[in-house]
């Protein structure tokens, strides 16, 4: 027998669908946004974990038609990714090594099906301080291009992402592409990735690094980041000016990190570790990352 109190009646007519649109390019994408708000996807891999069970009732506004926002292409002072490119465009393809960060971010993002579907522009916009495309681009000084009926605006990442889940995506925006300036596209860069098990994990911690080396073979350029350990992740500028002039050599690099250069981080306690974990852990991280460059490694 069934308990009536604890299964109610339906109240009021049947949930509805929400509309579905697929425009085939960002003009007409655009146009739909400024009709009302739609619930913006691409490859929905994080869109979807957050519905289980649940019914879409915003409408929706689907780009994965949209040709012209997926793919990379060199420009004369720059280079274009665009918003739609998945996991498997980025890892496949042909870029400096300088990318080689981000490209190695991209094969470590979930399983195959997921770097099919995933896209760079999605992880951008989903902001979770767990984002594992976010150190990568930071230390290639990327920006996002943002565009709306009335035009279009670039932002550096390091102020379009300003907490968890927060962006400064305004609700007629839309986030076509990531640029990388070629003056951040010099040395070459490794990522390193912390999490319960190697592959199809939320990341602990994870350090993206850049490295330039003179020619007198000391450190001409640093960009080092940091994510999962802050609200944002973030780069480490003390630490960077710290390896200024020093040689690129695995234990001179690993010497010269300090606990005191990862003060910008301000990591919390939550199911997968405990602060001073997540602390000790980019620690450790930052310096593996960098005693990588002595070995020729990245």
Request: hydrophobic fraction near 45%.
């Amino acid at each position: 027998m069934v308990d009536s109190a604890s299964h109610p009646p339906h109240q009021g007519p049947p949930a509805v669908a929400a509309p579905y649109l697929r425009p085939t390019s960002i003009a007409a994408a655009l146009q739909h946004l400024a009709d009302g708000p739609r619930l913006i996807v691409a490859g929905c891999t994080d869109v979807l974990p957050a519905h289980v069970g649940k019914m879409v009732v915003e409408p929706v506004l689907d780009l994965t038609r949209i040709r012209d926002a997926r793919g990379i292409r060199e420009e004369s002072d720059h280079w274009r990714i665009g918003a739609l490119t998945t996991w498997r465009d980025i890892a496949e393809a042909a870029l400096p090594p300088a990318f080689h960060a981000l490209q190695s971010a991209a094969r470590q993002i979930g399983g195959v099906q997921i770097q099919n579907a995933g896209t760079l522009g999605g992880n951008l916009c989903n902001a979770s301080p767990a984002a594992d495309g976010v150190p990568a681009l930071l230390i290639l000084d990327a920006e996002v291009e943002l565009c709306a009926l009335t035009g279009t605006r670039r932002l550096a990442l390091a102020e379009f992402i300003l907490g968890n889940r927060q962006t400064a995506l305004r609700t007629d925006e839309i986030l076509t592409a990531i640029r990388v300036p070629k003056t951040a596209c010099g040395g070459r860069a490794t990522f390193l990735k912390l999490g319960a098990r190697a592959y199809q994990v939320i990341s602990i911690v994870m350090v993206a690094a850049r490295l330039e080396v003179a020619a007198d073979g000391s450190v001409a350029a640093a960009a080092i980041a940091v994510g999962a350990c802050s609200p944002v992740a973030c780069r480490l500028p003390a630490l960077e000016a710290a390896l200024i002039g020093t040689p690129c050599a695995g234990d001179r690099l690993r010497a010269i990190v300090r606990p005191e250069h990862l003060h910008p981080l301000a990591p919390i306690t939550d199911v997968r570790a405990s602060a001073d974990y997540r602390r000790e852990a980019a620690l450790t991280l930052v310096r593996r990352a960098l005693s990588s460059f002595g070995t020729g490694a990245p």
